[in-house]
């Protein structure tokens, strides 16, 4: 057998993609890709009236943005209902199923005796020992024989051992007297025939994991090891919900934070490597592992998401910038660039991307190369533009007139006109960001001069002088 590490995500498509789930594909993804193993999607779509295409769409749409490669095609678990079928006839041909006939009424009945006697409500089928001979012609469901003394042990690589009593569990079905698998069975058996090795994933399936280790000891078959990772909270404390704010992972892109930022972000939210916050992909796949994953619930912090995604969006190449931006500006649904506006902005990322914590950050920085002349421009700017700035913006355009325009001559002339009037250089650049951008807050006036050219940045000063 090999020894590859095989993990997946198995999210159900009802919804978009919570960040939750976001987290637990880039776990298992992690995890993964830093051990040379596979990353396998199911999609879990046995919930036929809640399963919708849209929502697997919108799985895979965000696997996609936020980087997270999977091995082979999405494998549908509905599709694979014959093949659990299959697994449920042969644990009745072993033995270690049985089949029940028991009502819903009978059932019921049973509960209500129990509980009136204050036994377990647990139910406990006639069937399971019956002789076959005794069966009657009728539908029935397939149960698990399970053991009804001892202990089933969920050893958890996060939460540690976890004992469960096996007289606190009933005798699962698996295979419904209609014919249709339970969802335990499939989650096993798909994990099982994709030879998932470890399986990572929210701790509210904890307890599932106990039952699930009672079908796979049925079948003789291997038990993965598990991993079941704390939600993710609020800044609140509490369970994350709408009431927070974003859940969604699309709306995370469609507010401007870059992949690489939310990846850095996620895996941190949860998980810690020392005291590192910043990382980049390279170190989070050799870093990852299960050991760093805390037992409490990480809280969703819009600061430190901000504060990394910054980080990453001036770290990232131009290159590689500008089409994460023009993919933000279509998730957002905002006007795509013009071919010369994508020109301008590949020129100016160098200004741009320091301190822009967003991409719409940044396009607000950027402002300038959109703007057209007559500028229009802000009531904040304004301020800066009184009768002797505009003066000395008058005598600024003569002396820029006869320089070449390079940085040195540019700062040189400018803090000629800004000596000359015994005002600092930051009197001066109140006037200048008037109006170059009509903004006051803006990159330096220098590199707004140098991405604009000399003809422009004069027509907009000249435009603000008097
Ligand atoms: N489909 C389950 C969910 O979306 C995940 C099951 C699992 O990971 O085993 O919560």
Redo the contacts with the bound molecule.
């Keep these: 057998m090999s020894d590859q590490i095989v993990t997946r995500f198995?999210?159900?498509p009802t919804g978009y993609l919570h960040i939750g789930?976001a987290r637990t594909a880039l776990f298992n993804w992690l995890y993964a890709r830093g051990r040379g193993g596979k990353f396998l999607l199911r999609i879990?779509d046995t919930d036929r009236e809640r399963s919708t295409p849209e929502a697997t769409a919108a799985i895979l749409k965000g696997l996609d943005w936020l980087g997270l490669d999977y091995d082979g095609e999405p494998l549908s678990q509905f599709a694979r209902a014959p093949r659990h079928r299959e697994v449920a006839e042969a644990m009745l041909a072993a033995g270690r199923a049985y089949k029940c006939f028991a009502t819903q009424d009978e059932i019921q009945a049973f509960r209500d005796e129990a509980r009136a006697d204050g036994r377990s409500t647990l139910y406990q089928s006639p069937w399971r020992d019956a002789d076959p001979s005794t069966h009657p012609d009728a539908p029935y469901a397939v149960r698990l024989k399970a053991p009804r003394d001892g202990e089933t042990v969920i050893r958890d690589e996060v939460q540690g051992e976890v004992t469960i009593r096996n007289d606190q569990l009933d005798d699962m079905v698996c295979l419904r007297s209609d014919g249709t698998p339970t969802y335990m069975l499939a989650?096993v058996v798909d994990d099982h025939d994709m030879g998932v090795t470890h399986?990572i994933?929210?701790d509210d399936?904890l307890t599932n994991a106990a039952r699930q280790i009672q079908i796979y000891n049925a079948m003789d078959w291997a038990v993965p090891v598990f991993a079941h990772i704390p939600l993710i909270h609020g800044p609140d404390g509490k369970k994350l919900s709408k009431r927070h704010g974003a859940v969604g992972l699309e709306e995370y892109q469609a507010m401007g934070y870059p992949a690489s930022g939310m990846r850095n972000y996620l895996c941190r939210l949860g998980w810690s490597h020392g005291d590192d916050e910043f990382f980049t992909d390279a170190q989070a796949t050799e870093w990852f592992d299960l050991k760093g994953i805390g037992r409490s619930p990480a809280r969703l912090d819009f600061k430190k998401l901000e504060n990394i995604c910054g980080q990453h969006i001036a770290a990232t190449d131009d290159s590689a910038l500008l089409p994460e931006i023009e993919a933000f500006l279509a998730a957002a649904a905002r006007p795509a660039l013009t071919e010369a506006q994508r020109r301008m902005l590949a020129d100016s990322l160098f200004c741009l991307k320091d301190r822009a914590k967003t991409f719409p950050d940044l396009l607000e920085k950027a402002h300038f190369i959109f703007a057209e002349r007559p500028l229009e421009i802000e009531e904040k700017a304004l301020k800066n533009l009184d009768p002797v700035s505009r003066g000395i913006l008058k005598e600024l355009t003569v002396q820029l007139q006869n320089v070449s325009w390079t940085r040195d001559e540019l700062e040189a002339a400018a803090n000629g006109v800004a000596e000359a009037h015994e005002i600092g250089f930051g009197k001066l650049a109140g006037p200048l960001r008037a109006a170059l951008a009509g903004r006051a807050a803006t990159p330096s006036v220098f590199d707004m001069m140098l991405v604009l050219g000399k003809e422009e940045s004069l027509a907009r000063i000249q435009e603000q002088a008097a």
């Design positions: 198995a999210p159900s789930g879990e989650v399986v994933r929210g399936h």
